[in-house]
């Protein structure tokens, strides 16, 4: 299904006028981690002042409490439950499909350069991956006109870049092997092997070693091509520079996928120690200064002004999510809340899994210094910007137009979000927060996150009570069977 365009001669006069738009996604960032949202412990000045020049949501939504869902809802603009889309390996197929609507898709039609530069985690190829070939599909095959991609996580492997569907960097007498099942003959893991770690997981990623960091699933062979976690910001920060350096004679769309502060957390040793916080706050501080660094970019060749930049996290934060860098024992010293006011994080249903910071800045439109309470999601930004740009959306997206709500021009944005942590379904109707019974342990008993698994159905108002300690569903009867049956109707595969 393509995107019909409703852009006449006039519109394609002015395509030139339209605004850049970058969407920055932080990995595993919590509303918490931003001090412009109440951090006391950890201090963003660029992300700080990226909200102050334009609008700060303070009920921005991820769909999911985890990666690959919530990249998919954001690039597809569909639930990603509708396809039991869940965390994928890092040698999984693409899970979107060629023909589908994206939001990359939406700005090539409207005559915009598209690239994607990070962090990707929504599969390559068609299976049986080979990463010493061109990888197709890739995020070229669905809407991206250059790509440079870390393929999955950065606890995953293989740990490459992927520059246009080739692994960047490998030579070819040293070819790349990857499983997910089996180790190949030879090859340390960080199991068998402790004593060549430079940092030590906690619960998994005790498998093939690359850089002293013991990861998720074995690889052998691609030396010259194996990524070191201390200079990943600053590789992704020189292509996104160029790809905008490249295309800033014309409208561009870049989605830039940060690596921070998913594990293994290995900033660059400018950041080491500059939080007080551990390897988990300076990663943090690192996302923050790659956002100074493109803002700055932007100042110094003029695009700022008709740059629309959206910052936002892929789903909540988490501290021990494998690896012993103290995250846990550091924040609770601390007092640090990643999260927040909100209970639970990455995994959740309670609103510590999709409850992000959401930020928009566009200063030619937008005035400086706005806040909105508007429930807004990253979903739908592919319904809203088909609406600002003129062009005709595909029936039965999910995607929703709240374009004047991300502008700051109503208050008004969606009634209703059904949010997802692996699988299990929630529903945000309001100021409320609706998890139904689910089974399933109420704590992750390695993240120690707690899951919103119950046998009863929980109800909170999540703007009175944000840390969801007041389960309303048997008081609030009336309003109980309303929001279950808005459930059904939205929870409902079609
Ligand atoms: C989990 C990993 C976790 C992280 C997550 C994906 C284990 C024990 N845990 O399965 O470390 O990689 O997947 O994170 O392997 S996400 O932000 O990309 O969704
Ligand atoms: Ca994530």
Known sequence: MAFLSLAGGQAKENQRNNPNVIVILADDLGFGDVSLYGSKT?????IDALAKSGIRFHQGFAT????????????????????????????????ITETQPTLPKLFRQAGYSTGAVGKWHLGLGNGN??????IKPSPNEIGFDYSYIM?????????????????????????????YKSNFEGEPTGEKNPELLKMHPSHGHNMSIV????????MKGGKSALWKDETMASVFLDKVKSFIAANKERPFFLYYGLNQPHVPRAPHSDFVGKSGMGPRGDAVLEADWCIGQLTAYL?????????????SSDNGPVLDDGYQDQAQELADEHNHKPAGPYRGGKYSLFEGGTHVPFIISWPKEIAAGKRSDALVCQMDLLASFASLLGEELPEGLDSENHMNAFLGKSKKGRTTLVTEATGRLALKEGDYLMIPPHNGPAINPSTKTELGNDEEYQLYNTR?????????????????EKIKHSFTQHAAKK
């Open 299 to 311: 100042q110094s060749i003029g695009l700022a002004d008709n740059t629309i930049i959206i910052f």
């Open 464 to 480: 009175k009570d944000p840390s969801e300690q007041h389960n309303l569903a048997l008081k609030k009867g009336k309003l109980m």
């Open 211 to 218: 850089n002293g960091i013991s990861r998720i699933g074995f």
């Open 129 to 134: 991956i080979n990463w010493n070939e061109t």
């Open 42 to 46: 950890l201090q963003t000045p660029c």
């Open 64 to 95: 999911s409490a985890t990666s690959t869902p919530s990249r998919y809802a954001l690039l597809t603009g569909m639930y990603p439950w509708r396809e039991e889309v869940n965390i994928l390996p890092g040698d999984a197929p693409l899970i």
């Open 151 to 179: 393929g999955a996580t950065n606890d995953r492997v293989p740990c490459v870049y992927v520059e246009n569907g080739k692994v960047d960097n490998l030579d070819p007498n040293d070819p790349i092997s990857v499983s």
